[in-house]
């Protein structure tokens, strides 16, 4: 068997990195993908490889040159590699793909050592790999059916997103067995070049292949095995996370915070959403008002405002609607002056904005719980302008009961102190939610010097709609806050969603009730789990200490590399000293479980 590489290419989507050097000296985590590549291949036993260069060919022949490949090699040289595509680099090599077996594949692939083995590995002679479509990718696309036989290839023309479920990507890397090359491919790819030039590709040929009554090329479906295609920045961005290991594979994906559907087998147990809700009706009211939300503009402030105040029962002065509550914290914090109160551990986006004006509380016990007449004795004798109390707590869970909130009001109303209150976890809290809230138009009249931010992307499940809101009863204050404020702030989707919600709200009220019994199970797991102690919670996460030298970073890292589950390591935060806390998001049980194994399996031995 020999391997074919199509390295002809210009790769200008990827710009200046290619400014001088073909796509495939393109480094990943200091490693190039041509030597990634080669490295694989030569350990195959192959008998030769052909790269078919183009564009710096000659530099691309001098790099390889330098590298530790046992595997012969030998290039064919498309000298019009600007005026054709790849179907013309494979038409260059085609004397080469009858005389045996081959492994043909593009030089913009990054994968693992799995792939190639999997396509080595299976006795099928003429295989295409393909992985489930997802939505971010791009190219051709085949649909299979039950023996695998590949039914079509589907171009961007053909494509229908209504489809996407039958869809398979093409992985660009293939087995052709000799056979099939001598009397389907070679054959078909002279006739169809010489019908309709080089500026093709040779996906091409092989889709006039399945046309035929004999299917002679299978899918092979990957399972998970890691690989992706780089065309641009953006994708050579994804593929240093991808392809990174340990604690810096843990580093760059946690630094990207979210957009974690382009890692399709990742599960997030790192941020917090209602894993109950919205339910399959609201999505599909959603989806229903799609093409109207997408090409008209939102309303304004003062229309979003009282949207929103509507479904909390306030009036449209109280309330501020946010492009998510991290817009409102910003402006909150930069329009008053004076020290911040805070407890650590906590949620730093508001100490953040406070950096040299900070009065800190940090708890005295192992659990960081606190009560409301700890915060106020503290606080009493410090000079500040404003405090905050996240309740619950993050990444703790702790929670003050409402009746000690509002004795914390009318303490902060005496001391002439502007008292926030971050609601964004309250409704996952035991007892009835609308009893749990501040967001009552009478207590914020009684006491004007509380604001409450409640973050929609958490408690509703929609962090993608990015929407949050502050109510209170300074209705001056709050208008200055809108002026601050863009006058769009919030898309179509997200105003849309807050008119549609109040329909909802039994929905959301079952969908809570499932939530707290499923974290109730949860704790009780992780209890049994070795080394490993929860802290009690009243939020849509779980605090848990690691016992007896264990090391929330290296158990952080281990879970990403080995598990695809991402956790919250909480080694960076202010508060813990030494100590080593990790949060855990609390989902579905399914998916609770694969936390759960994992934990039990990394953490049931001695110390690693």
Known sequence: MQAIILAAGMGKRLKELTKDATKCMVKVDGVTLIERALTQLDGLGLSRIVIVVGYEGKKLMDYIGTLSIKTPTIYVDNQIYYKTNNIYSLYMAKDYLTEEDTLLLESDLIFEKAVLEKLVNDPYPSLALVAKYESWMDGTVVTLDEEDNILDFIGKKSFRFSDVDKYYKTVNIYKFGKEFSNSHYVPFLEAYCKALGNNEYY????????????????????????????????????????????????KKISG????YWRYPHLKDFCYLVNPFYPGEKLVDELKASFTELLTNYPSGMEVNSLVAAKYFGLKKEQVCVGNGAAELIKLLMEMVPGKLGTVYPTFEEYPNRKKDELEVFTPGNRDFTYTADELMEYFGEKDIAILVLINPDNPSGSYIPRKDVLRMAEWAERKKIRFVLDESFVDFADGDMEENSLLCQDVLNRYPALFVVKSISKSYGVPGLRLGVIAGGDTAFISRMKKQAAIWNINSFGEYYMQIAEKYKGDYSRAMEQFKEVRSRY??????IPHLRPVPSQANYVMCELMDGFDSGRLAAVLLEKYNLLIKDLSAKRGFGNRQYIRLAVKRPKENEQLLEALKTELSGPVR
């Open 203 to 250: 996906e091409q040929v092989l889709k006039v292949i399945t046309l035929l009554d004999t299917p002679v090329i299978k899918g092979l479906r990957l399972d998970g095995e890691l690989w992706y295609e780089i065309d641009d920045e953006q994708d050579l961005d994804i593929a240093e996370s991808l392809f990174a290991e340990g604690k810096e594979k843990l």
């Open 256 to 259: 990207r915070y979210g957009g």
């Open 523 to 528: 704790l009780a797991a992780l209890g049994d």
